[in-house]
């Protein structure tokens, strides 16, 4: 009997243990931002940007419990808080520690159900107004603090 409960409990923690089924999120940057990244910012940004703006929709949605089976992210603009690689190559005059900057982004989101049926838009853009704020980020902070901000905010519109 006592085996019994415990196979049952065991059964039900494990069941509660596992995760929520994984959205997929589609993470892309437009046609102009793809154009500031090659000219400017460089291009392997774009996989820097894309891969934490991916983790922030997953995690978001995946905690509010939102039924989506799949979102289309596109990063609209960003802009970096220090220099980013490239700019550090091309323009001597920046130091990548103490070059600062207000940075932030902006993005535009579609989910859709398991039927390929949309239920929800959501665009979202915040930049940092204080440079003071900026002391101690990285190359990225505050767009990634946009990036999370847009995700939280699109997962508690659809739940």
């Known amino acids: 009997m006592r085996i019994a409960a415990l196979a049952a409990t065991a059964l039900v923690t494990l069941a ?5 089924a994984a ?3 589609e993470a892309n940057v437009s046609t ?9 910012l460089g291009a392997r940004e774009a ?7 991916t983790r922030k929709i997953d995690n978001a949605f995946n905690s ?14 960003a802009k970096p808080n220090r220099p980013t690689f490239k700019q550090a190559s091309d323009k001597l005059g920046l130091d990548p520690m103490r070059s600062i900057s207000i940075g932030g ?4 989101g579609v989910a859709y159900d398991a039927s390929g049926k949309e239920i929800g838009r959501f665009e979202h853009k915040w930049y940092e107004s204080d440079l003071s704020n ?5 190359t990225w902070s505050d767009a990634r603090t946009s990036f999370d901000r847009f995700a939280r905010r699109f997962a508690d519109k659809l739940s």
Do not use: C, H, W, Y
């Open 134 to 138: 900026v002391i101690g980020a990285g």
């Open 64 to 77: 509010a419990g939102v039924n989506a089976e799949r979102v289309v992210v596109t990063i609209e603009d």
């Open 32 to 40: 102009e931002f793809q154009k500031k990244l090659d000219d400017d």
């Open 105 to 108: 982004a902006e993005i535009s």
């Open 16 to 20: 509660m243990a596992m995760p929520a």
């Open 47 to 53: 996989k820097t940007l894309t891969d934490a703006l």
């Open 23 to 25: 959205v997929t999120v």
